[in-house]
T-cell receptor
Framework: AQSVTQPDIHITVSEGASLELRCNYS??????LFWYVQSPGQGLQLLLK??????LVQGIKGFEAEFKRSQSSFNLRKPSVHWSDAAEYFC??????????FGDGTTLTVKP | DGGITQSPKYLFRKEGQNVTLSCEQN?????MYWYRQDPGQGLRLIYY???????QKGDIAEGYSVSREKKESFPLTVTSAQKNPTAFYLC?????????????FGEGSRLTVL
């Protein structure tokens, strides 16, 4: 069965500092991987996705993620965090019939 | 603008009552999904539908029911059999024509059982 682990429940970074959110997945075949962001009380918005090709994927809002098959990881990064990036971030792996499996999420707090 | 509309945004229910959450999309997507979100947990799949008049149970379907009579609509009924219905419910859709298609989400409905 497919699964996603986000080891960090909560991360705090200072504004302007770099960010890395970790994601590990378990999936039998080549995975389709996604990062979504959720503001409080809102739905989820796609940041970026990986399905093949270049292992470094660029997304919206200056985010990028790197797929590492050997480590079963798909970590999300941003060089310089803005206060508006404070939110909850979810990593997901796509399965049959588009049934995505989500991690438990990482809450990002940005200090001024 | 195309998107997914969920209503109501907030809903209060007494124990023993059924309640129906609405989900409408104008993205022309064939596939639609219902997820449940609890604090500190990821999203768990309740039901999904890949085509009109057909739907399948997800991981936590007990106590829920759905219908898919129209492509645009995928309502979720939370029945009195659902033991712990207080949660945030998210509806999503996907373009089946895109293998890697991501999910498009509505704004969610928060159900509180009093």
């Amino acid at each position: 069965a497919q699964s996603v682990t986000q080891p960090d429940i909560h991360i705090t970074v200072s504004e302007g500092a770099s960010l890395e959110l970790r994601c590990n997945y378990s999936y039998g075949a080549t995975p389709y991987l996604f990062w979504y962001v959720q503001s409080p009380g809102q739905g989820l918005q796609l940041l970026l996705k990986y399905f093949s090709g270049d292992t470094l994927v660029q997304g919206i809002k200056g985010f990028e993620a790197e797929f590492k098959r050997s480590q079963s990881s798909f970590n999300l990064r941003k060089p310089s965090v803005h206060w508006s990036d404070a939110a909850e971030y979810f990593c997901a792996v796509g399965g049959n019939a588009g049934k995505s499996t989500f991690g438990d999420g990482t809450t990002l707090t940005v200090k001024p | 603008d195309g998107g997914i509309t969920q209503s109501p945004k907030y809903l209060f229910r007494k124990e023993g009552q059924n309640v129906t959450l609405s989900c409408e999309q104008n993205l022309n997507h064939d596939a639609m999904y219902w997820y449940r979100q609890d604090p500190g947990q990821g999203l768990r799949l309740i039901y999904y539908s890949q085509i009109v008049n057909d739907f399948q149970k997800g991981d936590i379907a007990e106590g829920y029911s759905v219908s898919r009579e129209k492509k645009e609509s995928f309502p979720l009924t939370v029945t009195s059999a659902q033991k712990n219905p207080t949660a945030f419910y998210l509806c999503a859709s996907r373009d089946r024509g895109v293998n890697t298609g991501e999910l498009f989400f509505g704004e969610g409905s928060r159900l509180t059982v009093l």
